[in-house]
């Protein structure tokens, strides 16, 4: 690290980089993409099938339907378990929008668990308390790509008669206790999102489930709610699997356990660079899970009365000198203005609050190189070293 001598050298470091995944594949990709529209055959047919059925087997279930996006699977699959008006889902606010508009969409009632500060997961320790009679399931998401104590969740589900619809869209390839996300629950969502571990060329979902009913259901659903031509059975929604992603996809799905094993090799790298420094937190992996580093995030911990314009002290330093980093997620969703109706107050769910203010998600894709890692933690501790409370 002692190699860089001016900060105005640092080149500049993306917060992602997909054309650095794409440039190796670009003409299997390209052979994918001519072969699809030379097809005739643009949604739906062979190429998503075949995805499908490899996704199946990769996950460990017998079913997979392909949709458009990681939300339209949360939704779908909220409908086919008949979760709706009156219902409550119990979810983490600590994430993305998708699984708690999801859970408004098919006309149910989120229900917000604190977090645990050490996984920025749903704390399996407060499930039982959020349970009432009307509890219908529990959709807990990975965040991050990190698992949960999925054996602790099902048995609770198990003893209260609950689904529970795994969100999977930063997680792909994730395992707890040696079985991969989406395998766990009654069902899994998964994202294609391009950002996601394994990304399409647009948007892509889909969900997995062992069982048939639910399976053939949501694929009912997805298609207008058809269960024959023209015949409907449902008020379904338009969610489908373009071709061409589907053609992408399979072209990628072969990498991708090698692109996991690189995050895997890149945060192992991160938290050995970042061990002596003081005033941040590492992410910590769950003993019993295996994650996939779909962020790496860390804490920026401060004695500051305001820890959030500490954090952002920090990180407008690092983007000036080059070194991108993102905040997911600044406002827990129980604070957020769309869901003020649901009648949480501040301080109500006091870990995710202060999380919230000191999450830093630092560059995290499978290619960054040993020297930008370095760049970035020597970066991170001069903006540590100078910014002052
Ligand atoms: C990306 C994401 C989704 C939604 O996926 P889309 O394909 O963008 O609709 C859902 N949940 C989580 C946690 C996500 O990160």
Known sequence: MGEISGLERVNHIPPIDLRRQYEPISEQVGKAVLEVLNSGRYIGGAKVAELERQFATYVGVSECVACHSGTDALYLA?????????????????????????????????????????????????????????????????????????????????????WVIEDCAQAIGAQWAGQSVGSLGHVGCFSFFPTKNLGACGDGGAVTTNDPATAATVRMLANHGQSDRYFYEATGINSRLDALQAAILLVKFPYLDFWNQQRRAVARRYQQLLQPLSGIKLPQEPAAGVGVWNQYTIQVITNSPSPASYRERVRSRLQQMGISSMIYYPLPLHLQPVYQHLGYQCGQLPVVEQVANEVLSLPMFPDLSMEEQEQVVYGLKDCLDRVGD
């Open 78 to 162: 909220l409908r086919a378990l008949e979760i709706g008006e009156g219902d409550e889902v119990i979810t983490t606010p600590f994430t993305f929008a998708a699984p708690t508009e999801a859970i408004v969409m098919a006309g149910a009632t989120p229900v917000f668990v604190d977090i645990d500060a050490a996984s920025f997961n749903l704390d399996v320790n407060q499930l039982e308390a959020a349970i009432t009679s009307k509890t219908k399931a529990i959709l807990p998401v990975y965040l991050f790509g990190q698992p949960l104590d999925m054996t602790r969740v099902m048995v609770i589900a198990q003893t209260y008669h609950l």
